[in-house]
């Protein structure tokens, strides 16, 4: 499995902007899907947006639709999250994940069929 790779995380100001990027060498034939997960502390791990590898297609969690963006690069191994309007309470542990299976934010993250995950990066919101 490959393990990818996140970064573009930091400290910024509220209202603020990131875009944090989730790279692989190559993300395989058997990925469903590429996703966005974040864990702040003393709270469960939270499931943001996921694209669909075979068309580009994006989902999004409620709470935070709107606000985020996920997105690819041409070679499809590169994937974004662009997180505008930063609030304190997007203070967390941002990492990607590949999905195995049909997987959509509004489920649960423990039922995630998650293949690999990175180590994550950190984004804290804070003036």
């Known amino acids: 499995q490959v393990q990818p790779v996140e970064s573009g995380g930091g400290l910024v100001q509220p209202g603020g902007s990131l875009r944090l990027s989730c790279a692989a060498s190559?993300?395989?034939?058997?990925?469903?899907?590429i996703g966005w997960f974040r864990q702040a502390p003393g709270k469960e791990h939270e499931g943001l947006a996921t694209?669909?590898?075979?068309?580009?297609?994006?989902f999004y969690a409620d709470s935070v639709k709107g606000r985020l963006t996920i997105s690819r690069d041409n070679t499809e191994n590169t994937v974004y999250l662009q997180i505008s309007n930063l609030k304190p309470e997007d203070t967390a542990l941002y990492y990607c994940?590949?999905?195995?299976?049909?997987?959509?934010?509004?489920?649960?993250?423990?039922?995630?069929?998650?293949?690999?995950w990175g180590q994550g990066t950190q984004v804290t919101v804070s003036s």
């Open positions: 994940a590949t999905l195995l299976q049909p997987w959509y934010p509004f489920m649960g993250v423990k039922e995630s069929p998650m293949g690999s």
């Open positions: 190559r993300f395989t034939g058997d990925i469903y899907a």
């Open positions: 694209i669909r590898r075979s068309d580009g297609s994006t």
